[in-house]
């Protein structure tokens, strides 16, 4: 697979990467996502992305199965949802067991919406504060930034902080209702940050009899953006191999292609940008 630079991180990442949803988030499918997670890193995949809320912690239980003989293999980012310091510093040192690692590459803020979020994440008491604390002791390399709702509030989160890498929803539903490409994806470059891709089917919604029709497309259309890589929840091992195949085939699409893509999934966008609406 070609590999790109993760933003300011230096970090050379290959373009698909691994999320911690779907089979990997799910009770008692241990054998199966230990399969998938082994199967990635053999393809090359070398960025694993999971949350301390996927599952309760069973993404992040899963995937520390596999770090404890792998662990050097990965870029291994994680999140906290909650936004206050002791909140997060308790829920660094259940990510850090559970993950069966004495430290992170990135630990991002999951999820941010609205501006009390920001709020709260920029307190004297906030989020921000644990994840510098984190960085200062060797725990966490880099501090990374997430959401798939508003790209205005990132944009602003982005403005006030150097955080070193973002992840954002992105796909070829995006342009017609609060669009990440044009909002936040300029402003993520400028700073040079390490920017991921996700929601790239949005589960699957991207995907219509009269729009996008496979995977090719709707990866193609995120992997032409300026983006390091894509991270996508996987099911099976071979839904892991088609994706792996895709990216190493990548060929970017020409500006026809991206427009043409935009202009298929016109009519059902809502659909396939539900995370824009979800709370």
């Known amino acids: 697979m070609p590999t790109r630079k993760l933003g300011k991180t230096g970090y050379l990442v290959k373009i698909f ?29 070398n960025y694993i992305d999971t949350a301390a809320a996927y599952g309760n912690g069973i993404s992040e239980t899963y995937i520390g199965r596999v770090m404890k003989t792998r662990r ?20 660094l040192d259940r990510s850090l067991k559970n993950l069966q690692t004495d430290h992170l590459d990135a630990w991002q803020i999951h999820n941010v919406r609205t501006k009390d979020d920001l709020d709260k994440i920029f307190s004297k008491d906030g989020v921000l504060k644990a994840m510098e604390k984190a960085r200062n002791e060797g725990i966490v390399r880099f501090i990374g930034i997430t959401g798939h709702m508003n790209p205005f509030v990132l944009a602003e989160a982005i403005r006030r902080y ?65 983006v390091s890589t894509v991270i996508v929840g996987i099911d099976t091992l071979q839904h892991l191999e088609e994706n792996v195949s895709i990216a190493a085939h990548f060929k970017p699409m020409t500006k026809e292609e991206l427009i043409e893509a935009e202009n298929l999934t016109a009519s059902y966008y809502k659909d396939a940008s539900w995370f824009k609406y979800y709370w």
């Open 72 to 91: 050097n293999e990965v870029y291994l980012a994680t999140k906290t949802h909650d936004r206050s310091y002791d909140g997060s510093m308790r829920l």
């Open 17 to 45: 990467s691994l999320g911690g949803q779907s089979t990997l988030e799910q009770p008692g499918t241990d054998r199966e996502s230990e399969e998938i997670i082994n199967r990635a890193i053999d393809l090359g995949v």
């Open 162 to 226: 150097e955080f070193d890498t973002i992840l954002m929803a992105l796909n070829a539903a995006d342009k017609h209702h609060n669009s990440f490409i044009e909002n936040l994806l300029p402003i993520a470059v400028e700073r040079n940050m390490g920017i991921i891709g996700m929601k790239i089917p949005a589960r699957g919604r991207i995907f219509n009899d009269h729009g996008i029709t496979n995977m090719s497309q709707a990866m193609r259309y995120v992997l032409t953006q300026p």
